[in-house]
């Protein structure tokens, strides 16, 4: 089994979310969670950003243990040094640095060329080594680089002394079939690309985000970056309990284990959501209200007699109470019988179907009977 990294980006990409502001305090208690959930790097804010994130940031390096904490900086003096003195109390630092690596964002955007990116790439590499051994560098929008733009850079920043690679699809452009083979593309043409962790980092506007990552493993990518209830900027990130759950369940396929505790995943979720404000749809994988519940007949037939026949995992591996039954009217009378027994009724054949029949047609008017 290889072991995959899971770097946590909710409290800052995550926070990038329109319409969600962290306080110093409710960061930490989430800081504190995504500890007990077993994540190996917190990226807990991009201090430069304002004085409460710097706060939150150097707080949670204090007090978070477990976990690697990892601030954002962008390629500049001021950002680097703001994050360092951040995350200097933490057991485990790491600066994250970042420069846009696409032909339009370095003209339309940096106005920069290409090898003034590349000489700041390796500056920034280089003056955040003087804070920490644990750098990461990352191309932002590397999932519309020119490849072997980005194979340049990422031999510069190894040397330079970057640990860990990260290769961004920053507005959510890429498909998996492409994504697997730009990343594998990278890792074996790039020097010194044994000695780091690769990293991936993906965004969700074509609803990709999880596959792509899980792609990226599949072509050798050693790190997921990810957040809690897949939050982020625009359509969000890549859903960690879904990159978690599929690695899992899948462990045949991937070959692949995370360090995570997944009895956490649904306490954590249900933290981030009410901090934030951010609702989890009800058919949400893995955390929505639905996700272990059935409603047909046949279905609620097939799990009361077999759990594996409709459900891939149990509920309680990610922390929930068993599947429920959700009686409407699709629900059969299995379910039904099962559902009076539960609440004390023993009823015999005449009146059970006497009292389905009835059950039906309130069934027909109300979405769920209780
Ligand atoms: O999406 C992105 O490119 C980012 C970088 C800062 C890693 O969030
Ligand atoms: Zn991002």
Redesign the pocket.
């Given at each position: 089994m290889r072991r995959i990294k899971i770097f946590d980006?909710t409290l800052?990409?995550g926070e990038?979310s329109p319409g969600v502001a962290l306080s110093p305090d409710e960061k930490l208690a989430i800081a504190k969670q995504l500890a007990r959930l077993g994540v190996d790097v917190i990226e807990a804010g991009f201090p430069i950003a304002s004085p409460g994130d710097f706060d939150a940031v150097r707080r949670i390096a204090e007090e978070v243990k477990g976990p690697t904490i990892a601030a954002?900086a962008r390629t500049a003096k001021p950002d680097i040094e703001r994050a360092a003195e951040a995350v200097a109390p933490a057991e485990k630092r790491r600066i994250?640095t970042?420069i846009a690596t696409s032909p339009v964002h370095m003209e339309k955007k940096l106005r920069m060329t290409p090898d003034e990116v590349v000489q700041k790439a390796v500056w920034a590499v280089k003056f955040a080594r003087e804070f920490t051994d644990d750098v990461e560098f990352?191309a932002?929008?590397?999932g519309r680089s020119d490849p072997d733009f980005l194979v340049r850079i990422f031999g510069e920043a190894i040397a330079a002394g970057a640990t860990t690679i990260?290769i961004?699809?920053?507005v959510g452009y890429q498909v998996p079939w492409k994504f697997a083979e730009l990343v594998g593309y990278i890792i074996e043409n790039t020097p010194g690309a044994d000695g780091v962790d690769w990293s991936v980092?993906t965004?969700d506007d074509l609803g990709m985000a999880v596959v792509n990552s899980l792609a990226a493993v599949r072509a050798g990518a050693t790190q997921v970056?990810c957040t809690i209830n897949g939050i982020g900027?625009r359509a969000g990130?890549a859903s960690l309990e879904e990159v978690v759950m599929a690695l899992y369940t899948r462990r045949d396929f991937f070959e692949a284990e995370t360090g995570v505790n997944t009895r956490e995943l649904y306490r954590t979720s249900q933290l981030v959501s009410r901090l934030t404000g951010m609702v989890v749809p009800p058919n949400k994988a893995i955390v929505g209200r639905n996700a272990f519940a059935h409603e047909s007949g046949i279905h609620q037939d097939g799990v009361l007699k077999a759990r594996e026949t409709y459900e891939i995992m149990n509920a309680e591996i990610v922390g929930r109470e068993a599947a429920v039954m959700v009686l409407g009217k699709h629900s059969g009378r299995h379910a039904f019988k099962k559902a009076l027994a539960e609440l004390g009724y023993e009823v015999d054949d005449e009146e059970l179907k006497r009292l389905f029949a009835r059950f039906k047609e309130i069934a027909d008017r109300k979405k769920q009977v209780t």
């Open positions: 980006t800052r990409d990038q954002l994250h970042f990352s932002e929008d590397a990260n961004p699809d920053t980092h965004h970056e900027e990130n």
